[in-house]
T-cell receptor
Framework: DAGVIQSPRHEVTEMGQEVTLRCKPI?????LFWYRQTMMRGLELLIY????????DSGMPEDRFSAKMPNASFSTLKIQPSEPRDSAVYFC?????????????FGEGSWLTVV | AQRVTQPEKLLSVFKGAPVELKCNYS??????LFWYVQYSRQRLQLLLR??SRESIKGFTADLNKGETSFHLKKPFAQEEDSAMYYC???????????FGTGTRLKVLA
């Protein structure tokens, strides 16, 4: 398996533009996570899905952020409108189903810069 | 409250010196603890998990339930160990992983 695949790897956009980040989890994994990594706050969980259903979105910063998982092999994280403070690395991760006692596998991240 | 605490943001040691990265946790149930490592501009990857009780790249970590700690140790640091290290917790019956804020380890020549 190629692992968790994220796109784009790097994105530079202007404030106010819409940003869409994409993720393909590892085949067979039914838990998917979106994390944001910044120098100030470290690694923050934004949202996680189980069987394509959002289970906990309490980490989503505000209404400008939205996430979807239309099927088991694809998820998106959208920011609209984007702001400079959204600049961060966004990681997608997936894990195997087994009552939570599983390793979580990360993608390589999407490096977002909002100018 | 569920929480993972890594008190040190940065730890600098000389090559060949022992390393200990601290991790304390707060969890009401039976947690599983992990250490993840992130080399420069790469993805986070699993270093080790307490349930497997193995040594990876010379690193070990012992779960101390009395002190609610899961410190990461290595007797002799190498320059290639320089990276960001995250302690994480997962609870039985949940799908949620809680990460600490990370400790950056710098191994000096």
């Amino acid at each position: 398996d190629a692992g968790v695949i994220q796109s784009p790897r790097h994105e530079v956009t202007e404030m106010g533009q819409e940003v869409t980040l994409r993720c393909k989890p590892i085949s067979g994994h039914n838990s998917l996570f979106w994390y944001r990594q910044t120098m100030m706050r470290g690694l923050e969980l934004l949202i996680y899905f189980n069987n394509n259903v959002p289970i906990d979105d309490s980490g989503m910063p505000e209404d400008r952020f939205s996430a979807k998982m239309p099927n088991a092999s694809f998820s998106t994280l959208k920011i609209q409108p984007s702001e400079p403070r959204d600049s961060a690395v966004y990681f997608c991760a997936s894990s195997l189903p087994n009552s939570g006692r599983d390793t979580i596998y990360f993608g390589e991240g999407s490096w977002l810069t909002v100018v | 409250a569920q929480r993972v605490t890594q008190p040190e943001k940065l730890l600098s040691v000389f090559k060949g010196a022992p390393v200990e990265l601290k991790c304390n946790y707060s969890y009401s149930g039976s947690p599983e603890l992990f250490w993840y490592v992130q080399y420069s501009r790469q993805r986070l990857q699993l270093l080790l998990r307490h349930i497997s009780r193995e040594s990876i790249k010379g690193f070990t970590a012992d779960l101390n339930k009395g002190e609610t700690s899961f410190h990461l140790k290595k007797p002799f640091a190498q320059e290639e160990d320089s990276a960001m290290y995250y302690c994480a917790l997962s609870g039985f019956g949940t799908y949620k992983y809680i990460f600490g804020t990370g400790t950056r380890l710098k191994v000096l020549a």
